[in-house]
DNA sequence: TCATATT
């Protein structure tokens, strides 16, 4: 349906769009024409999954204009929910897009006492400025530098071209600097980095306990863990809880998860608790999945960490709904089975949003601060079968909101969940669960 | 405090 004019849309005059909350089924050309009737749209490229192709639940909407693409967002921004979504349509400016838009320039090496006026009276000549700032402490004294908006881009690109590296203040010996703004993606990156850095600057556990690290693989290269650092579970059992390096997500090697010791196992279960493969493991599993040889745990007790602080060990057994056991000789001393630990359930995904049938997802408040997805999982996966567990997390700083939701294959499983753990208590806070609010209507567009 | 997903 296509058809027109379809000019290559690197066009600096076209925008971006960002629209969430897109449902899977749908594809671009039902897209398009339903944002046809509200603006003028050049192409929609539906967001894909990297390796399934499968919809992401998102897509990209390219208009022609600024112009277009606020009637597109004015017209569909939580306006409408489409048939199969849970909330309305999200349309915004993609990331990036009004940064691009605002032709923003850094302005360095200014002499403190410069004034707004006199940065303006310089940079005026080469277009028309809509913003500037000098960056000030707290006495308001300049820290030499500014930011700039010129209305547009040719006008910043003609002065950063004429003044960066030349012009010289009146009283300065430097000449300024004049660059493009670092974007938000590049000041995260940068968050980051020196996040990693910080976090690097843990105890040496090599020189300390020579003989527990050596036990690691020798001249294994850990995957990178998207942060830089890499953390062993070794170093876990010896300095305790993770939590205490901050914000930083761990992996295990590949190597240690065959031995991965999920926290919430009863002791009488100890010897089952050694998982063979487990491909349910999230790659961003949690910190709290301690990888430890058997040797390290067996009768020694647990690592103490807050994942073991659950109800789990009821010496009565009365949680041991285990729908996936097949139960071969599985009812032990505690009833709780050995599916939690022998659990090869290639079904359980603790990242995804995958929703069972209704009664069977659960909403959880009070969280732990240092839970992740995994852990969510495992604290949950005694009652049942999860499909998914999923904690929420601000999307700038990834510190967790403390809530999130699990999803069991069947309402018996979520309702044994709430039974056992709403109200129960976890670092200090009592978790709320209760059954997920359910947001399917039926929605027309 | 109820599934937020940025090729």
Redesign the pocket.
Known sequence: MAEGKKEKNSNEESV?L?V???PKHMNEAQLLSMFKEFALVDEV?I??D?TTRAS???C?V?CPSRQEADKAVNACHNKKTLPGA??PL?V?Y???ELERLEHKLFVGMLPKNVSEAEVSALFSKYGIIKDLQILRGSQQTSKGCAFLKYETKEQALAALEAINGKHKMEGSSVPLVVKWADTEKERQARRAQKAQSQASNVPNVDSQHPSLFGALPVGYVPPYNGYGYQASSVMFALYGAPGAYGLMQYRLPPMQNQHAFHGIIPPVNQGNAIRGATPDLSPNMGPRNYAIPPASYVGSGYPNVPALQYPMAYPGGMLGHRPLSSSPGSVTPTGANSNSAASSSPGTSSG?????PPGA???I?HIPQDFGDQDLANAFQQFGRVL?A?V?VD?ATGVS?C?G???YDGPVAAQNAIAMMNGFQLSGKKL?V????D?KQNNPY
């Open positions: 971006k960002f969430g909350q897109v490229n967001i894909k990297k992401r639940g998102c990209f390219i849970s909330s999200q915004k993609a990331d990036g995804g949003q995958l929703e069972g997802n659960l909403f408040y998914s999923k929420f999307k909101k809530f939701f699990v999803s709320k209760q059954l997920k609010r947001n």
